[in-house]
């Protein structure tokens, strides 16, 4: 009887695989399967959390060095397409100026991924507003310093 049920539930994560693959594609499947850049990261330099409409949320913490992102991280309470989006989102943040992060945009990130399912398309949307958000609170921040040092 053992035998049967590992068997059963073998091929039902198989075919789970299976339509998720179909679903996100590859390179969606793989980020899934491997969640990248999904964490805190502790005093960021900036910062946003956005709650959708979908009710999933998306937070996004950046560091910098100098004018570039160094570090950024992610976590989410929503679903695996709030998840993939988001390490996206992050993925293509690292590295680049606030102005080449302002160009990151929904579209941006699904076209990233590849394939994404239609009635999901909200998420990359909800990864790259939290991303701008984010990216203003830096420039907040960075105001901030500069108006203090002119003082």
Known sequence: MEGKFEEFAEQLQDEIFEQAKK???????????KMKYMGIIENPDGHAKVT?????????????????????SFITNGCASSAICGSFAVELSIGKSPDE???????????????????ERHCAFLASETLQEALNDYMIKQTKKIREKSK
């Open 23 to 33: 679903l996100y594609g590859e390179k969606g499947f793989e980020r899934w399967m």
């Open 52 to 72: 959708g409409r979908c009710g999933d949320t998306i937070e996004i913490f950046l560091k910098f060095d100098g004018e570039r992102v160094k570090e950024a």
């Open 101 to 119: 992060i302002v160009e990151i945009t929904g579209e941006r990130i699904l076209a990233e991924i590849g394939t994404f399912p239609e009635e």
